[in-house]
Each structure stands twice: as structure tokens, then as C-alpha cells.
């Protein structure tokens, strides 16, 4: 085929490339989408807990206790929620599920937040 | 024959400059993501003014910024035990407790705070009223003793509410307000922004460039955002739990107040009463409007008007917006039709209707 040996030399430089960039493509590609996230349980704005949570994982469950009331969480399949709380207005347990990044519950008597970290499309909800 | 050569040999020069060139730019954008994160992110959340507070800097230092926040948080704890009638020694409740006897000495910042909480009662007719504290007090709304008062009470406590008889002075040895017998200041309804104002100011005194201070819902951002474009902030659905919004708001440098019925209420006998009060009546505002959300340079305005307008309703508030300058808002109303959303002209573009179910009108003003 006619081909010389600076040629051949060339084509394998190349083919190094490419495969190095097919790596350093991949993991951006595994790292932008991140199927882990976690959240983060503050209570009076001091950090209780980092909950892992992964697509796939079982159920597991939580309680929080603040002079004598108690929430009860939920995380499951990279997911978590407050499923029970023995305050007034129930507020956190209605949010329902926390999906992603930037969701949050509040339960205001117990000064509990949830919020899952990350970067979310909005940099803070009013109310 | 040295054609045949020549062209598959340029070929991979070619190519290789050219995969050369693309991994080039993929190893400089991973570099700028790097460089862009050494923007320092400090954020602090606690429980202070009866709500969570989360305050959010971005800076180089991150142990000034610390500092900064420490500083944040002693000043927000010092304004609220000047301004919380929940706090016995606050000037709030020492005036309180001298209703209808003497004028008590205040700090110059209590006393100009309830000044300008006397304006806006004279600009929205009384609706926002900050001697509204006898009728918060009766309802007990957020508290576990909660429940629909006696008409009779009720009724003495709409006839205490009237803000022309506080007088507030301003004497050589200080100010003093008094107020007239059985009167009950409470400044629930603009103590926050104010607050949200303080500690704006002092950030800004402090150097930091760019933060979001959150108390409670009440929102205030300045400087540049640390994503591209303007600072992005969910606006609460009225008929969803906390959290979710009904859309977004493109803003910088002014503050984000939300007012609704969802905030804060109680349910008895299968009614849900609300914490914002009609003056007039003394019970939970009937208004036609499920939020207001008033976008404004001063903090201070914004929680006044936002408290305003919800207990005035479509027709009243949006004829007060049309008298303010530099004041946006976002009205959500409960038409025949639906829910219809109102978005004044100046905020038009920089707002973003998430919520397929909601319906925007032509643009207001």
C-alpha cells in the first residue's frame, strides 16, 4: 500500500490519541450524570447526617428526635422522604419524595431541613 | 505513483492535528471547570427568627467569609431581640407592655422600622397595619394553642388595630413610641426584610462580593451569580409543598418576598385558617390572590408590600403597583378560569412559567 515508516509511526501516534481521549471523554461523561447523590440532614442549621443515596438501594429508615418529637425518614432507591413527623402541620412529610439535587423538606417546629446536595436549576425557592 | 502517497499521508496529518486540536479544548474547559471552583462557596443554615435562615457567600477567603458569617448570624440575633414580640425584653415588647401608659425609649433602629411600617399602612389603606399583634396574638396561628377566637375578643382587638394611634418621637435623648391602651406591635409582617437589608449592608461593608441571604423564604441576592446569567430563584406554588415552585425569577441585586395562605395555618373543623389577617375583620384575608411575590431593591418594601397586597386582592394591588416605581411582582390569582398568573412588564422576560397547569396573562403595567 505504499505506506512509509514515518507514516505507520503517524497512524500509531493517532490511534494513541484517540484512545486517550475516548478515556477522558468517558469519565466526564460518568462524572457529569451521577447516578450517587447525598443529602444532608441539618438540625438547628448543625449537620446530623449524610445520607448516601443510590438507584437500586433498599429501603432504609431514620429517626430524628428533637425534644421529645420525632420524624421518621425514608430512603430508598436514591430517593428519601419524611414519612412521619408528630408535628402540627405535617409540612415535610407532604413534601414527599426528594428526587434531585437542590429538593429540600422543612419541618419548622422540629428545625429540621433535608436537602439534597448538588447543583439544582434554581439557587433558592421563596416563600 | 508519489500522488497515490502523498494524499493518505496528508490525510493523517491532517487528522491527527485535528484530534490533537479537540483534546486540546476538552483538557482547557476541564481546566476552566477547576478554575471556576476555586470560587469559594461558604454557607450557613440555622434556626433563628422563628424560621430557617441559610446564608450563602462566594468569595476567595474562605476563612474571611467564616468570619463574615459569624458575623451574620450575631447580627441577626441582635436585631431580633430588638424586634421579636416573642422576646420579653425586645423594644417591641417593652412598648407592648406600656400600651396606653407612657412613651417608651427605643433603639433609633426599632423606632425608624416601625416608621416605615407606618407608611406603608398609610399607603395600602391600612392593610399592612403592624398593630395587628392583638389579632395574631387571639389566633395564636404557628403556636400549639392555635384556635379560632371569641367573636367579642376579636372584635376589641379589630377596634385596637389602627396604626394612626402610635406615635413615634424623636427627642434629643432618643426615640420613644407609644401606643395607645391594649395596642400590640408586631412587626412579623417587615421585620424580616429589614433584617435581610442589615445584613446585606453589612456583608457589603465587609467585602463580600456576591451572596444570597434566605430568611425564611425571604430572599435577597447581590452580585454576580456563581452560575452564568442572573441569579435563579424558584417562586413557591401556592397549591404544592414547600419547595416546589410554580416558576422561576430571573433577578440581580434586588430582593424576592413571597406571600400566601400556605405559609402558615391551622385546620379546624375542616376550615384551614391562615396567618395573614384582614385588618378589618380580623379574621384570615379572603383574598382572590393564592401568592404575591414582590421583587424589589429594598428588602424592607418587599415584605411590607408583600403582606400588603395579599390582603388586598387582584383588583386593589395591582392598582397600588401601578403607583410604585422599581417594584415587580408576580401575582398568582384564583380566576373562574383557573389560576391565572400576572407578571409586571419590568420583570417580563426575566420570568420563567414552570408550571403547565398555570396560565400567564398579558403582561401587567
Not at chain 1, 484512545?19 to 462524572?31: D, E, F, K, P, Q
Not at chain 2, 385546620?267 to 384575608?285: L, N, V
Request: glycine share 10%.
Amino acid at each position: 500500500m505504499g505506506m512509509k515508516r514515518g507514516d505507520r509511526a503517524m497512524l500509531y501516534i493517532l490511534v494513541m490519541i484517540l484512545a486517550v481521549s475516548g478515556v477522558v471523554l468517558g469519565i466526564r461523561y460518568m462524572t457529569a450524570v451521577p447516578d450517587v447523590m447525598s443529602a444532608e440532614i441539618t438540625q438547628d442549621g448543625k449537620l446530623l447526617q449524610r445520607v448516601l443515596l443510590k438507584k437500586g438501594d433498599p429501603a432504609r429508615e431514620f429517626v430524628v428526635e428533637y425534644n421529645g418529637g420525632l420524624n421518621r425518614l425514608k430512603a430508598e432507591d436514591g430517593k428519601i422522604a419524611v414519612i412521619e413527623a408528630d408535628c402540627p402541620d405535617k409540612d415535610c412529610v407532604k413534601r414527599g419524595w426528594l428526587k434531585k439535587p437542590g429538593d429540600s423538606a422543612i419541618c419548622l417546629p422540629h428545625r429540621l431541613v433535608i436537602r439534597i446536595t448538588g447543583e439544582s436549576e434554581v439557587d433558592g425557592v421563596t416563600w | 505513483m508519489s500522488i497515490k502517497i502523498h494524499l493518505p499521508r496528508s490525510i493523517i496529518y491532517l487528522g491527527t492535528a485535528a484530534v490533537t486540536l479537540i483534546l486540546i479544548i476538552f483538557l482547557y474547559s476541564a481546566n476552566r471547570d477547576n478554575g471556576s471552583r476555586s470560587l469559594q462557596k461558604m454557607q450557613r443554615e440555622s434556626y433563628l427568627l422563628g424560621t430557617i435562615i441559610r446564608i450563602t457567600l462566594y468569595g476567595e477567603d474562605s476563612k474571611k467569609l467564616n468570619n463574615v458569617l459569624d458575623l451574620s448570624m450575631k447580627e441577626i440575633e441582635r436585631l431580633e431581640n430588638l424586634l421579636s414580640v416573642n422576646i420579653p425584653s425586645s423594644d417591641v415588647s417593652l412598648v407592648n407592655r406600656a400600651s396606653g401608659e407612657y412613651p417608651v425609649k427605643v433603639s433609633e433602629e426599632a423606632g425608624s422600622l416601625l416608621e416605615r411600617a407606618i407608611e406603608w399602612s398609610e399607603r395600602t389603606g391600612g392593610a399592612f397595619d403592624p398593630t395587628v399583634g392583638k389579632i395574631v396574638k387571639l389566633w395564636g396561628i404557628g403556636t400549639e394553642s392555635a384556635a379560632v377566637p371569641d367573636p367579642e375578643q376579636l372584635k376589641e382587638a379589630v377596634d385596637m388595630t389602627d396604626f394612626r394611634k402610635v406615635s413615634v418621637l424623636h427627642e434629643v435623648n432618643g426615640t420613644f413610641v407609644q401606643t395607645a391602651k391594649g395596642q400590640r406591635i408586631d412587626l412579623g409582617g417587615i421585620a424580616k426584610g429589614y433584617i435581610t437589608e442589615k445584613v446585606k449592608a453589612l456583608l457589603i461593608n465587609e467585602g463580600v462580593s456576591s451572596a444570597l441571604i434566605d430568611l425564611g423564604g425571604n430572599i435577597a441576592v447581590f452580585g454576580s451569580s456563581p452560575k452564568p446569567g442572573k441569579w435563579k430563584l424558584g417562586l413557591q406554588h401556592p397549591f404544592m409543598p414547600r419547595g416546589e415552585y410554580f416558576g422561576i425569577a430571573e433577578v440581580s441585586d434586588v430582593s424576592v418576598v413571597t406571600s400566601g395562605a400556605y405559609e402558615r395555618y391551622f385546620e379546624s373543623g375542616g376550615i384551614r385558617y391562615h396567618h395573614i389577617f384582614d385588618t378589618a375583620t380580623g379574621y384570615p384575608a379572603l383574598s382572590d390572590l393564592a401568592s404575591v411575590t414582590i421583587i424589589s431593591e429594598d428588602s424592607t418594601d418587599a415584605d411590607a408590600l408583600s403582606t400588603a397586597l395579599f390582603v388586598m386582592g387582584f383588583e386593589r394591588g395591582i392598582s397600588l403597583l401601578r403607583e410604585l416605581k422599581n417594584v415587580e411582582a408576580v401575582l398568582v390569582a384564583k380566576k373562574t378560569e383557573g389560576t391565572i398568573v400576572y407578571v409586571t412588564k419590568g420583570l417580563s422576560k426575566g420570568f420563567l412559567l414552570k408550571d403547565p397547569a398555570m396560565k400567564k396573562a398579558p403582561e401587567v403595567q
